[in-house]
């Protein structure tokens, strides 16, 4: 299995400031994605993150909005920016692991914007 | 487009009684997820479904899988207080031939009551 942080797990921010929150696994995957859950909802990709090329983004997600890192095979970033109080949501990044044919999510960055 | 439906969507069950949820996806997919979510927590993990006819078991959960019905389901079996949270399915995609992200269901909230 594949052991995921996320840093930071909750945080409370002001309208208009970025948070840029950091997901590091255990172990080197080539599949890393960024997900969205809204209060009370289920998950929605916001985008694919592969090592060396540009994250891909789905509809309703622009990479202004949520920049996307991935320096290495073990780590990534995603940044929140210009937040509004719709942005609060718990964001959670996934691994794929060709191997067990799993998926796996980190524990998840609560963010509150007021 | 891959869609995930999954139903019910609320859930209240007594101690002692058996029940099912369903999920239904809408074009071929070759993995098939359960998860767990407890309030407040990431999501856990607990069945991979690969094939068609497919089943497996875990304590009182079975989930099952028919890729020609496209429908999955997850069998409760003498519910527990316990087996209270909310349960999504979600359905793999490819990306170039490797895993791809889940698309998933928006969860059933169960409830179990003594």
């Known amino acids: 299995s594949a052991v995921i942080s996320q840093k930071p797990s909750r945080d409370i921010c002001q309208r208009g400031t970025s948070l840029t929150i950091q997901c590091q696994v255990d172990?080197?995957?080539?599949?890393m994605f960024w997900y969205r859950q809204q209060p009370g909802q289920s998950l929605t990709l916001i985008a694919t993150a592969n090592q060396g090329s540009e994250a891909t983004y789905e509809s309703g997600f622009v990479i202004d909005k949520f920049p996307i890192s991935r320096p290495n095979l073990t780590f990534s970033t995603l940044t929140v920016s210009n937040m509004s109080p719709e942005d609060s949501s718990i964001y959670l990044c996934?691994?794929?692991?060709?191997?067990?044919?799993?998926?796996?999510f980190g524990p998840g960055t609560r963010l509150t914007v007021l | 487009e891959l869609k995930v439906e999954q139903n019910p969507l609320f859930l209240s069950m007594q101690e002692g009684k058996n029940y099912t949820i369903y999920c239904n996806y809408s074009?071929?997919?070759?993995?098939l997820y359960w998860y767990r979510q407890d309030p407040g927590k990431s999501l856990e993990s607990l069945f991979v479904l690969l094939s068609n006819g497919a089943v497996k078991q875990e304590g009182r959960l079975m989930a099952s899988l028919d890729t020609k019905a496209r429908l999955s389901t997850l069998h409760i079996t003498a519910a527990v207080h316990d087996l209270s949270a909310t349960y999504f399915c979600?359905?793999?995609?490819?990306?170039?031939?490797?895993?791809?992200?889940?698309?998933f269901g928006k969860g059933t909230k169960l409830s179990v009551k003594p």
């Open positions: 996934s691994v794929a692991l060709f191997s067990y044919n799993e998926q796996f």
């Open positions: 979600a359905a793999g995609t490819d990306y170039g031939g490797s895993q791809g992200n889940l698309i």
């Open positions: 074009t071929t997919s070759d993995r």
């Open positions: 172990s080197q995957v080539t599949m």
